[in-house]
Antibody, heavy 123, light 107 residues
Framework: QVQLVESGGGVVQPGKSLRLSCAASGFTFSNYGMHWVRQAPGKGLEWMAV????????YYTDSVQGRFTISRDNSNSTLFLQMNSLRPEDTAVYYC????????????????WGQGSLVTVSS | EIVLTQSPATLSLSPGERATLSCRASQSIYNYLAWYQQKPGQAPRLLLYDASNRATGIPARFSGSGSGTAFTLTISNLEPEDFGIYYCQQRSSRPLTFGGGTKVEIK
């Protein structure tokens, strides 16, 4: 079954850290760039980060650059997002998403999404 | 950063009617635009990519057009399952950005 399953969300205090995981199955994970996209409660979608199929290139949106780190383990078909120095405005559902194309530009659409993992940053 | 502006914010229609949704980019994005559908409590679903190509399994009643800065998603003959929020997204440059969404609701 082709799917992405996120885990690791929860409630965390401001300034603390959290790591999200995304387990992929049903497709050749190592062939595709992977992304994290978030959605604050009642709001729209915001792209966070992308990692190349081999982990060699990574790009971030400015608001998380230096605080969040995207990584992957192709041997276990798993994507990660390490989130440090969390802020209340980071509260959102975090989705992992698969690149639509195998061609690496770091610019792509998202043709497979996980169910989302809720991260709440609050004291 | 490329800003995508969607209109209208809300579209109230009846099943069987045609929906026309607009997405405008702050600068040319060629045809590098996708459309997604999101229902409450669910992840988005890719409908169209490169402005007019339907994703796998998407019915023919969904069609897209446009290039440069102006794009349109048309849903002909609305079905009950088509109600939800629609987002456009550009892949012309980083950061990848989404429009604010258009809610298609039952009239």
């Amino acid at each position: 079954q082709v799917q992405l399953v996120e885990s690791g969300g929860g409630v965390v205090q401001p300034g603390k850290s959290l790591r999200l995981s995304c387990a992929a199955s049903g497709f050749t994970f190592s062939n595709y760039g992977m992304h994290w996209v978030r959605q604050a409660p009642g709001k729209g979608l915001e792209w966070m980060a992308v990692i190349a199929y081999d982990g060699g290139n990574k790009y971030y949106t400015d608001s998380v650059q230096g605080r969040f780190t995207i990584s992957r383990d192709n041997s276990n078909s798993t994507l990660f997002l390490q989130m440090n120095s969390l802020r209340p405005e980071d509260t959102a559902v975090y989705y992992c998403a698969k690149s639509h194309s195998t061609t690496w530009y770091g610019l792509d659409y998202f043709d497979l999404w996980g169910q989302g993992s809720l991260v709440t940053v609050s004291s | 950063e490329i800003v995508l502006t969607q209109s209208p914010a809300t579209l109230s229609l009846s099943p069987g009617e045609r929906a026309t949704l607009s997405c405008r980019a702050s600068q040319s994005i060629y045809n590098y635009l996708a459309w997604y559908q999101q229902k409450p409590g669910q992840a988005p679903r890719l409908l169209l990519y490169d402005a007019s190509n339907r994703a796998t399994g998407i019915p023919a009643r969904f069609s897209g057009s446009g290039s440069g800065t102006a794009f349109t998603l048309t849903i002909s003959n609305l079905e009950p399952e088509d109600f939800g929020i629609y987002y456009c997204q550009q892949r012309s440059s980083r950061p990848l950005t989404f429009g604010g969404g258009t809610k298609v609701e039952i009239k």
